[in-house]
């Protein structure tokens, strides 16, 4: 079972930055591919970004070329680099790691990011 603990979230002026990190454990991180997701009150969890155990990310357009997912396989920890954050950014940030031969995965507790305009 893998344990995933998300942080990095906060208060943040619309134009500013954050960094989310989130740590796992429990498991061969180098092994798991691990995403970023969102919920925004009232909406569904939506996929924001992947990357591979190989280092392949992939992003979903909303937020191509302002966030950035990274992985320090050493330190077991994916983070997420957002910029030119928009108040619609605003939302529960959640991690979530997988092996694609895997029934299932495995969700962090999330962590808020409020972005004001």
């Known amino acids: 079972q893998v344990q995933l603990v998300e942080s990095g979230g906060g208060l943040v002026q619309a134009g500013g930055s954050l960094r989310l990190s989130c740590v796992a454990s429990?498991?061969?991180?180098?092994?798991?591919?691990m995403s970023w997701y969102r919920q925004a009150p009232g909406k569904q969890r939506e996929l924001l970004a992947t990357i591979t155990d190989g280092g392949v990310s992939n992003y979903v357009d909303s937020v191509k070329g302002r966030f950035t997912i990274s992985r320090d396989n050493a330190g077991s920890t994916v983070y997420l680099q957002m910029n030119s954050l928009k108040p619609e950014d605003t939302a529960v940030y959640y991690c979530y790691s997988r092996r694609r031969t895997w029934d299932r995965g495995y969700w962090g507790q999330g962590t808020q990011v409020t972005v004001s305009s």
């Open positions: 429990g498991y061969i991180f180098r092994l798991l591919d």
